[in-house]
């Protein structure tokens, strides 16, 4: 019964183990990807990687959904408004910082 | 997937394909991150990372369209893209520190909201009588696995730490939280307290709570803790600290996202949320190196928040005019520029960048001291100087200009305090002690413009301001640096 209830399509794998192997190695790209950088980006890479938080808009799209209560709705439209924000903010904000920068370049 | 699982029953080749798009996007973050950590890439970094973000909501909406209430849907949409794009484009760039810790907010609220939507959903499904098993059944049977039941609260616990947490932290940043109580909520044994109430209700809300109501009303409770114990976490810690501070916080919200992935069945909130999650930590641990403290200490010591200790105890301190630094400037060669805080909060960016040019015309040597946590954020004041148009080979960090402090005629420290205090050096009992510092009072001459002889955020004197070759230009740092151009120009 149990087991019936982690595998998610028959074929036998319960979701949480592919999760756990996606995220352990998300996680290790992660550190790998940026052990090196140099301070004149930190702001915008934290600003950047925290748009990029903001993936959770995936789930919050889905969260207005036909057959939910309307409590669900209620929390799922702030989630999908704040992570809008984030998502929208985020990316564009950043992209201002890194036009400082670029300015120079072209000098 | 098999939250979406109703609308693709019929239609394999859609889930198929959407999955292809997700791996897609994640593809685009994990290049978008990559790029951003260098600075001629960085811009098409970002890019790459909002692309891969339109991919994965575009996909999204495809799979979800005809199954949620589109009015509902394009409503939250277009309220967030307005608020994002209005703050983003008009806050201005001295005040990012808070605009980031804002949004940061945002995104850790977002999963908490997600996974309480989840919650009520599953719960009314159960009050329908839909649910195959119409007796009272725990959240991990009914969500079909214990995982989900962890996922659920640890989505709600670290996405509520982050909201309240980075509102805090804005609050700071901004000036309008000061202090370190509000109550007894800030204290480290009601901390603790709350810490250990949050795993009860981790563990009861999630294996424990059989009915809807009770269920929902748990996990609801676990929020308003996860809320107040985010308050009691960053409340004590200094604004000295935000750096640090913001940095975790960033990497809460991605690990909130990613257990909100686990909740959903969805790699792709798995894969952009670790890598936030470890780019996050990994910032962190360098702002914790720059000051030579471990992430424990920064949390937990209750670091100079008591800070006005007023300007007593300071002897033979030397003011000085702008004519004054004007005529010390007319014989420099060589000039250092130490930026802090100060700077940032008078906007003074374009006035620095002036009076160098100034300087750099005259055949000065001009250069600019980098302290990895001057200001209230990584790269504060990187991003300010950019801002003025500075050229980024003018600037220098810590390790690479400490040597040439002696070699240099004069040092204007603009509005920093902490970053270039000797204590750090002499001093083992220093709260300070050990911070690796500027070390400005090398030069000939250091020129410190600050308003008054007010201790930092570390709330400790500092012995540079009455040193026998320190000049005090008292007064607000854009105006002193008017001054000093118009009489720069002058002479």
Not at chain 2, 142 to 148: A, E, R, V
Not at chain 2, 203 to 221: D, N, R, S
Not at chain 2, 434 to 458: E, F
């Amino acid at each position: 019964m149990t087991l019936a209830l982690l595998s998610m399509d028959g074929t036998g794998v319960p979701f949480i183990v592919i999760g756990l192997w996606i995220l352990f190695l998300a996680i290790f790209t992660g550190f790998e990807l940026i052990t090196k950088v140099p301070p004149t980006l930190h702001t915008p890479l934290m600003s950047g990687a925290n748009a990029i938080s903001g993936i959770t808009i995936v789930g919050a799209v889905a969260c207005v959904g036909v057959g939910f209560p309307v409590l669900g709705k209620i929390f799922g439209f702030i989630a999908i408004v704040m992570a809008t924000v984030n998502v929208v903010g985020g990316f564009v904000v950043t992209d201002r910082m890194l036009g400082m920068f670029g300015k120079r370049g072209s000098k | 997937m098999s939250f979406f699982a109703p609308a693709l029953a019929q239609a394999t080749t859609i889930a198929e394909t959407s999955e292809l798009l997700y791996m897609g996007s994640a593809l685009l973050f994990i290049l978008g991150i990559k790029r951003l950590s260098k600075v001629k890439t960085a811009r098409s970094g970002n890019w790459l990372a909002s692309l891969g973000m339109l991919v994965a909501l575009a996909t999204t909406l495809t799979i979800v369209w005809g199954e949620v209430g589109i009015a509902i849907l394009l409503a939250g949409l277009v309220v967030g893209t307005a608020v994002g794009l209005y703050l983003a484009v008009r806050v201005p760039l001295t005040a990012m520190p808070e605009l980031v810790a804002f949004f940061n907010g945002m995104g850790g609220a977002a999963s908490m909201f997600v996974a309480l939507s989840q919650i009520s959903y599953f719960g009314s499904e159960l009050e329908d009588g839909t649910a195959t098993m119409a007796e009272g059944i725990p959240t991990d049977a009914l969500m079909g696995g214990s995982h989900f039941a962890i996922a659920i609260v640890v989505s709600i616990l670290i996405g509520g730490i982050t909201l309240s947490g980075s509102l805090v932290a804005y609050g700071k940043l901004t000036g309008k939280v000061k202090g370190s109580r509000l109550g007894p909520i800030g204290g480290q044994v009601v901390n603790a307290f709350l810490a250990l109430f949050a795993l009860f209700l981790c563990w009861y809300g999630g294996f424990v709570a059989e009915t809807p109501g009770m269920i929902l009303a748990v996990q609801l409770t676990l929020t308003l803790v996860a809320l107040v114990l985010g308050l009691g976490l960053v409340l004590p810690i200094g604004g000295a600290d935000m750096p640090v501070v913001i940095s975790l916080l960033n990497s809460y919200s991605g690990l909130a996202a990613c257990a909100t992935g686990f909740v959903l069945q969805n790699n792709l909130l798995i894969v952009a949320g670790s890598l936030v999650g470890a780019a996050g930590l990994i910032l962190t641990n360098i702002m914790c190196k720059a000051m030579n403290r471990s992430l424990v200490n920064v949390i937990f010591a209750k670091f100079g928040e008591e800070a006005e200790k007023g300007d007593d105890g300071y002897t033979g301190v030397k003011q000085t005019s702008a004519e004054e630094v004007a005529m010390l400037l007319e014989s420099a060669r060589s000039l250092i520029v130490v930026p802090g805080y100060g700077l940032a909060v008078a906007q003074a960016q374009h006035k620095v960048r002036e009076l160098c040019n100034l300087m750099q015309e005259r055949g000065c040597e001009v250069r600019y001291g980098i302290h990895p946590v001057a200001g209230r954020m990584p790269g504060h004041m990187n991003v300010l100087l950019a801002e003025a148009d500075v050229p980024y080979e003018q600037l220098f960090e810590l390790d690479r200009i400490n040597g040439d402090f002696k070699n240099t005629d004069v040092v204007i420290v603009v509005g920093a305090n902490d970053v270039c205090n000797p204590v750090a050096n002499t001093d083992p009992q220093s709260p300070i002690a050990g911070m690796p510092v500027l070390n400005v009072w090398d030069a000939q001459t250091c020129v410190v413009i600050k308003r008054s002889l007010s201790p930092g955020y570390a709330g400790i004197k500092n012995p540079l301001f009455e040193a026998d070759n320190t000049l005090m230009f008292f007064g607000d740092a854009k105006k002193a640096l008017e001054d000093l151009v118009t009489e720069t120009k002058e002479l």
